[in-house]
């Protein structure tokens, strides 16, 4: 079964860090373009970053840049979310997200993981 | 980037009946080379992650029911569902994926009436 499981969320002050992992399993995680997309409590989806199926290529939102980092492990099937100077605004469920083709870019999304709660408050 | 609006906000409608939810882009999403429409439709239920219904503005995902089809291209867009059912209320949200920031319309929230 093809599935993606986010660990990492949690409470943290604003200003402070936390890194998320997303698990792979049921498919050639090397072979796809995945995404992080967050959704504030009672909000509307939006896009956070996206990484190339090799991780030599990233892309963000400008409300993240300089802030978040995305990676991936091919070995340990893991994709990742290190995000930095958290802020209040930054309160979200992040989900883990596949693109529905292997390979290439500028796709819909097809496999989303159950996701992870973040939130910052003091 | 690109602003995506979707309308209405909310929508109630009779079971049986069907449903439209309308989606419009600030910029058209339709690659000419490839003839492509970057546009994909979602379902999401409460306390769900979002499930994929249509992407190239009009193809079924697999497994997703008939009764969902997606129309329109370049800017403006529809996703209709021909005979709403109970398990069909949730919140829609169209997205585009023609360039980054990847972005999605405020999402639409479906009831029965």
């Known amino acids: 079964e093809v599935e993606l499981v986010e660990s990492g969320g949690g409470l943290v002050q604003p200003g402070g860090s936390l890194r998320l992992s997303c698990t792979a399993s049921?498919?050639?995680?090397?072979?796809?373009?995945m995404h992080w997309v967050r959704q504030a409590p009672g909000k509307g989806l939006v896009w956070v970053s996206r990484?190339?199926?090799?991780?030599?290529?990233?892309s963000y939102a400008d409300s993240v840049k300089g802030r978040f980092t995305i990676s991936r492990d091919q070995a340990k099937n893991t994709l990742y979310l290190q995000m930095n100077s958290l802020r209040a605004e930054d309160t979200a469920v992040y989900y883990c997200?596949?693109?529905?083709?292997?390979?290439?870019?500028?796709?819909?999304?097809?496999?989303w993981g159950q996701g992870t709660m973040v939130t910052v408050s003091s | 980037d690109i602003v995506m609006t979707q309308s209405p906000d909310s929508l109630a409608v009779s079971l049986g009946e069907r449903a439209t939810i309308n989606c419009k882009s600030s910029?058209?999403?339709?690659?000419?080379?490839?003839?492509?429409?970057?546009l994909a439709w979602y379902q999401q239920k409460p306390g769900q992650p979002p499930k994929l219904l249509i992407y190239?503005?009009?193809t079924r995902e697999s497994g997703v029911p008939d009764r969902f089809s997606g129309s329109g291209s370049g800017t403006d867009f529809t996703l209709t569902i021909s005979s709403l059912q109970a398990e069909d209320v949730a919140v829609y949200y169209c997205?585009?994926?023609?360039?980054?920031?990847?972005?999605f319309g405020q999402g639409t929230r479906l009831e029965i009436k």
């Open positions: 997200v596949r693109d529905r083709q292997l390979g290439a870019p500028f796709d819909a999304f097809d496999i």
């Open positions: 049921g498919f050639t995680f090397s072979d796809y373009w």
């Open positions: 990484l190339n199926k090799d991780g030599s290529s990233t």
């Open positions: 910029q058209s999403v339709l690659y000419s080379s490839n003839n492509k429409n970057y």
């Open positions: 190239w503005a009009s």
């Open positions: 997205q585009q994926y023609y360039s980054t920031p990847y972005s």
